[in-house]
């Protein structure tokens, strides 16, 4: 196949003489058809796994966020332990102190043993309060994990589900991929190598869509008005003629 990017103006005219633009244009809007579709199933599979992959991270911060809580509460338990052996040996101290009381011989010495037991006692209903407020924090670390696990187990089932939707959406548009792409080689060869170069240029500039039709004096995809002369350039079929504003190819419906 020729190119003719870089091809002398007596061999760009050689060729315009072998093939006709409106045959061209017919060729280009068929090749349209399909790009369109092949431009949607490539978004598709691009956009499909972004997604899946977004909340996929959303799910995992929500596991973070019920670790940590597991971890608040593992922290909460762990102390209560140790205020509930502090009270076990403030109770203790307190009996062997009373056991004490009786075998003192001096006043002084009795009256220090009486300071002390009420010192413990003092003691003792501090870590009692500590271990009360205690519960209440269990209780509201239970709960919180308890309403995280929920979360977390309906977003699994939400990630899973989308997940397996996208997988086979996936798969689908991959076969339907191939089969845009096949039957699309199968036109191209029919286009002249600088008027498929020019429209695949386009194409990829302009979100898959080249060749528009004009409706009603405009350009069927900006809608910016067109002026006579211009319409007129489409009709003669002499050349491609492109949209001033979006740049897009531009052709009558009625006219092919
Ligand atoms: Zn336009």
Redesign the pocket.
């Known amino acids: 196949m020729a190119k003719a990017v870089g091809s002398s103006p007596t061999e760009s005219i050689a060729i315009m003489t072998t093939t006709s633009i409106k045959d061209q244009i017919r060729k280009l809007v068929d090749l349209q058809v399909m790009d369109i579709e092949v431009y949607r199933l490539k978004s598709e599979l691009r956009d499909r796994p972004a997604e899946i992959e977004a909340f996929k991270a959303s799910f995992e911060a929500k596991k973070d966020k019920l670790k940590s809580l597991e971890d608040q509460l593992k922290a909460i338990l762990v102390r209560q332990k140790g205020d509930e052996g502090e009270l076990k040996s403030k109770e203790e101290a307190i009996l062997k102190a009373d056991g004490q009381l009786f075998q003192l011989k001096t006043n002084k010495e009795y009256q220090a043993k009486l300071l002390e037991i009420e010192s413990l006692k003092a003691d003792k209903s501090l870590v009692e309060e500590k271990i009360l407020l205690g519960f209440d924090q269990i209780e509201a670390a239970r709960k919180a994990v308890e309403v995280e696990k929920a979360v977390v187990a309906s977003y699994e089932k939400e990630f899973q589900a989308k997940k397996k939707e996208a997988d086979g959406m996936i798969a689908v548009a991959n076969d339907q991929l191939k089969v845009k792409e096949s039957q699309r080689s199968r036109l191209t060869p029919d286009v002249r190598p600088d008027i498929l170069s020019r429209y695949e240029r386009i194409l990829q500039k302009k979100e898959g869509l080249a060749i528009?039709p004009v409706k009603n004096h405009a350009?069927g995809?900006?809608f910016?008005h067109l002026t006579e002369q211009l319409i007129h350039e489409i009709k003669m079929h002499d050349q491609l003629v492109a949209?001033d504003?979006?740049a897009?190819l531009l052709y009558l419906e009625d006219d092919l």
Request: glycine share 0%; aromatic share 0%; charged share 20%.
């Open positions: 528009v350009c995809r900006c910016m949209c504003a979006c897009r």
